[in-house]
C-alpha cells in the first residue's frame, strides 16, 4: 500500500478505535490506537456496492439486504428488484438501480429476451461498483481502487473468467453508463475492459460474504474500510450484518498497537483444511506447523495432485515432504483420526468432486491426506474418506436442488459409514470428532430442520454441539459457529414434542446467550428468542417445584 493509500485509509478512519499501518509480512492492516475492551464494536461500515445472490432476490430488499417485516415492493419496470419500503426503493433507484433497470431494458430491448443478469451476481456487483461510484465521494473510490489485487497468482483460466466477467459489466455499463463523463471512456473498450478486471480481480481477494439471521449467507459486498484488516486463525474480532452495514466485534480486549484480525475461513475446520483454502483463495500461506511446531513453508498443498488420489505420509520414496499439520499435530489428532480394523491413523479429504448426472468425477485436486504406519492401511482409509465425502457433496447438492427426502437419505448413509464402512474387505470407522463427522452431523442437523423432524434434529444437534465444543474452543470460533446451533438447541429441548427437557433448555440457553451477545446487533432478534425460552423454561420448572 502506497503512502497515498495509507493517508486516505486514515482519514476514512478518522475518530475510530483504528488506524491503517504496514507491517512488515502483513502488509496493510487495521491497528488499535486505544485499548478496545471485549465485546465493543471496532469498525461500522456501509458496503459500497452489495447484490444480493440469486436465491435471495425474492425475499431480502435488493438496497437494504434485509427480510422486511412485511410483503416486499416489486420495482414495477425490471420485475426482479424487490424493496421494504418506499425509501429503501427510492434511494436504490438514485445510486444504482436507475442505470440497472435502464441496462436491463435496453438489452431486453436489443435481443428481444429477458436477460438473466440475476444470475451472474458477480457482474451485476462490478457493474454497481461503477454506477454507484458517482453518487459516492472520491475518496471512497480511491479506498476500493487503492485495494490489493493478486492477478499474477490467478491462473489462466481464472484470468479468462475475469475477463469475461468484466467484458459483461462493461456491456451493460454501455447500456446505461455511469456518467457523461465517462462515456468517452467507454468507447475505449481496451482500456475500460483492462481497469474492470482489475476491479473485478480486487472485489474477487478483497470482497465479503453478507450473512443475514443466523449467519445464513445472502449475498457479497465490498468493503474497502473492513477489506483492510487481516486474516488470522485466532482471530480478536468477528464480523456480523445487520443487512448492508458490517460490525466487526472484539471477542477480546485488544491493547494500543495490536493489530485487528478476522478470520477469512471458517474457523469450525481444521489447520490444513485452511491453509488450503487460503492458499487457494487469497493466495497466501499460513504455513505448514511440523511435529516440533516449526513453520515449514512446504508447497505439497499447493500442488495438483491426481484427482481423487490418497497421498501418503511420510512419503513412501522417503522424500522430505513434510506432513500437513492437521495429520501431525497433537491439538488437532481428535479431528483426522479414524480406524481401519484395530490401527489407527489419520486422514481428511481437501477438494470436491464434480457432480454430472448422478456420477461422480473427482475434480482435479481433489484427493485424501493419510499417515498410516502400512500403506494398505493408508489407502483404504483415503478410500473411505472420499466415497463418504461424495455423498455428503451429493447430499448438499439434493439439499441446494429443494429434493430433501434424497437429501436426507444420502446424510444419513455418510454419517453411517462414518460409524463403519466396508473397503475391501476391511472396516473403516471415524474417530466420535472427526472433521469429516462433524459435517455430516452439521449437515442432517439442517435438513431434518427442514423436514420437519424436530426429535431427529434434536439428536443429532447434541451430538454436535459435544463435537463444536471440542472443535470451535477459540472465542471467535465459537462465537461464530457454536452460537446458532445452540440457540436451535435451546428452542428444540424446550419442546416436549421433540423429547427435550425444560431443564437442558436453560442450560443450553445459558451456554448460548453470551455468544450470541457478540453478533449484536444481527442476533438481537435471535437473543430475544432465546432469552424468552429460558424464562418460560424456568417458569415452567418453578411451577413443577411448587406443584411437587
Same mark, same amino acid.
Given at each position: ?22 507491517r ?16 465493543e464494536?471496532v ?7 452489495a447484490v ?30 424487490r ?21 436491463v ?9 429477458? !436477460?438473466p443478469f ?8 462490478l ?7 458517482k ?6 473510490w ?38 457523461d ?19 473485478l480481480?480486487? !472485489? ?21 474500510l ?18 448492508r ?17 478476522i ?17 487457494d ?75 454430472r ?14 499417515s ?5 492401511e493408508?489407502?483404504?482409509a483415503?478410500?473411505a ?6 455423498r ?9 436442488s429443494g ?7 444420502e ?6 459409514d462414518c ?10 470407522r ?7 463427522? !462433524? ?16 426429535? +431427529? ?12 465444543r ?11 459457529t457454536?452460537?446458532?446451533?445452540l ?11 421433540s423429547?427435550? +427437557? ?15 451477545d ?14 424468552a ?14 406443584d411437587?
Amino acid at each position: 500500500m502506497s503512502g497515498d493509500a495509507l493517508e486516505d485509509a486514515s482519514r476514512a478512519l478518522s475518530g475510530s478505535a483504528l488506524r491503517a499501518e504496514m507491517r512488515e509480512g502483513r502488509g496493510r492492516c487495521l491497528v488499535a490506537q486505544r485499548r478496545i475492551r471485549k465485546g465493543e464494536v471496532v469498525l461500522e461500515e456501509d458496503a459500497f456496492a452489495a447484490v444480493l445472490y440469486p436465491n435471495k432476490v425474492s425475499d431480502y430488499c435488493d438496497y437494504e439486504m434485509t427480510m422486511g417485516s412485511g410483503k416486499l415492493l416489486r420495482c414495477s419496470k425490471t420485475r426482479v428488484a424487490r424493496y421494504s419500503s418506499k425509501q429503501a426503493q427510492a434511494s436504490a433507484w438514485k445510486t444504482y438501480y436507475r442505470d440497472e433497470a435502464n441496462c436491463v431494458c435496453a438489452m431486453k430491448k436489443k435481443y428481444a429476451e429477458d !436477460i438473466p443478469f440475476t444470475d451472474h451476481p458477480y457482474t451485476r456487483l462490478l457493474a454497481r461498483v461503477y454506477w454507484t461510484r458517482k453518487s459516492r465521494p472520491a475518496l471512497q473510490w480511491r479506498l476500493v481502487d487503492q485495494l490489493c489485487c493478486h492477478w499474477p497468482a490467478f491462473s489462466d483460466e481464472k484470468k479468462a473468467e475475469m475477463v469475461k466477467a468484466a467484458g459483461m459489466a462493461r456491456a451493460a455499463l454501455s447500456f446505461a453508463p455511469p456518467s457523461d463523463e465517462h462515456r468517452d471512456a467507454i468507447e475505449l473498450e481496451e482500456e475500460m475492459l483492462k481497469e474492470m478486471t482489475m476491479t473485478l480481480a480486487r !472485489i474477487d481477494c478483497n470482497g465479503l460474504t453478507i450473512c443475514g439471521e443466523g449467519q445464513v449467507p445472502i449475498g457479497f459486498g465490498v468493503f474497502p474500510l473492513a477489506a483492510l484488516a487481516n486474516h488470522s486463525c485466532n482471530p480478536n474480532c468477528v464480523q456480523t450484518f445487520v443487512g448492508r452495514r458490517l460490525f466487526y466485534r472484539s471477542v477480546r480486549d485488544i491493547e494500543i498497537g495490536e493489530e485487528v484480525t478476522i478470520t477469512y475461513v471458517p474457523l469450525s475446520s481444521v489447520h490444513t483444511e485452511r491453509r488450503a483454502d487460503l492458499l487457494d483463495s487469497f493466495y497466501f500461506d499460513i504455513g505448514n506447523r511440523g511435529r516440533e511446531g516449526e513453520e515449514a513453508q512446504g508447497e505439497e498443498l499447493a500442488a495438483v495432485g491426481e484427482a481423487g488420489a490418497v497421498e501418503f505420509y511420510p512419503p513412501a520414496d522417503g522424500g522430505s515432504a513434510s506432513i500437513p499439520a492437521s495429520l501431525a499435530d497433537e491439538d488437532e489428532r481428535k479431528f483426522t483420526s479414524l480406524k481401519v480394523g484395530d490401527r489407527g491413523g489419520r486422514g481428511l479429504v481437501l477438494g470436491d468432486p464434480d457432480l454430472r448426472g448422478g456420477a461422480t468425477f473427482y475434480k482435479s485436486g481433489l484427493r485424501a491426506l493419510c499417515s498410516f504406519d502400512d500403506r494398505k492401511e493408508a489407502r483404504l482409509a483415503g478410500l473411505a474418506l472420499l466415497r463418504i465425502h461424495c455423498r455428503l457433496v451429493k447430499a448438499e447438492d439434493s439439499f441446494g436442488s429443494g429434493k430433501l427426502r434424497e437429501a436426507g437419505a444420502e446424510a444419513w448413509g455418510a454419517l453411517n459409514d462414518c460409524e463403519g464402512l466396508s473397503i475391501e474387505g476391511s472396516r473403516v470407522r471415524l474417530g466420535k470428532h472427526h472433521i469429516t463427522r !462433524i459435517r455430516a452431523l452439521s449437515l442432517f442437523m439442517d435438513i431434518t430442520i427442514h423436514l420437519g423432524d424436530f426429535m +431427529s434434529a434434536r439428536s443429532t444437534i447434541e451430538m454436535l454441539c459435544g463435537s463444536l465444543r471440542v472443535l470451535c474452543s477459540k472465542p471467535a470460533a465459537a462465537v461464530g459457529t457454536t452460537s446458532f446451533v445452540l440457540a436451535i438447541l435451546a428452542k428444540l429441548e424446550a419442546d416436549p414434542l421433540s423429547g427435550g +427437557s425444560p431443564e437442558t433448555a436453560v442450560a443450553v440457553a445459558k451456554e448460548a446467550l453470551p455468544l450470541l451477545d457478540f453478533l449484536r446487533p444481527s442476533s438481537d432478534s435471535v437473543i430475544a428468542e432465546v432469552q424468552a425460552i429460558m424464562n418460560d423454561c424456568l417458569a415452567e420448572l418453578r411451577l413443577g417445584g411448587e406443584d411437587a
